[in-house]
């Protein structure tokens, strides 16, 4: 479990045993049951992580709501959108293994994440990861409902595929913006999962091909 669920949960338990002492238990559950709710939202589960060389990992849990031909710095990339509603694990992992070359953070509003134009406007942090032969940029995208944007990696870090490195509170979005010539064998409507299903699949003599990517496509 994050730690997050613990400084969640614990003022709403002692509350629980205040209003159960000074009313009775009958008033206390709502407090129950929110705290049992943060315990069970700040989840964290181990992954089985793929390893396949040329695999790109999902970074979050959730539903695939798009996989798009954008351009990005004036290059084009494929996106891949993934929704995360409350019901699922909001930890954030590394799609691939190298070394963290840029984290941006942006300001913004705070649009239903469901919304294309939240991939904008949102208050969200671009991190470029660089490693394995490709340079791979995400987006942890606030929400109608998230607050936090929480990366626990600095510039300089090394990460492994599939590491933790942070979170997002309360339904948000992760973009994946990579090489237009990976392929990806998931499709719109399909459930990922953080650290353990593959996203694409990009070879080695593509990735030399392609170039690095400029941490500040994330921000476009």
Request: hydrophobic residues 55%.
């Given at each position: 479990m994050v730690r997050d669920g613990y400084y969640y949960a614990a003022p709403l338990l002692l509350a629980t045993i205040l209003i159960a002492w000074l009313t009775g238990f009958a008033w206390a559950w709502p407090a129950l049951l929110l705290a049992c709710f943060f315990l069970w939202f700040f989840r964290d589960p181990e992954r089985n992580i793929p390893q396949a060389p040329d695999a790109l990992v999902s970074p979050a849990d959730g539903k695939v709501t798009a996989i798009a031909e954008v351009v990005a710095d004036g290059l084009p990339r494929r996106r891949i959108s993934i929704f995360l509603s409350?019901?699922?694990?909001?930890v954030n992992r590394s799609p691939i293994s190298g070394v963290v070359k840029s984290v941006v953070y942006h300001r913004g509003k705070f649009l239903n994440a469901m919304n294309s134009v939240s991939a904008e406007q949102n208050e969200q942090n671009v991190v470029t990861v660089e490693g394995e032969g490709q340079t791979v940029v995400f987006k942890q995208i606030a929400g109608l409902l998230a607050r936090?944007?929480?990366?626990?990696?600095?510039?300089g870090d090394r990460v492994d595929r599939g590491e933790r490195v942070g979170l997002i509170k309360f339904g948000s979005r992760v973009d994946v913006l990579l090489d237009p010539s990976a392929t990806i064998p998931i499709k719109v409507g399909d459930r990922v999962k953080g650290g353990a299903s593959v996203l694409a699949y990009v070879s080695q003599p593509q990735l030399a091909a392609s170039g690095p990517v400029r941490a500040s496509q994330g921000a476009k």
């Open positions: 409350v019901f699922d694990v909001h936090r944007i929480v990366f626990d990696k600095k510039v």
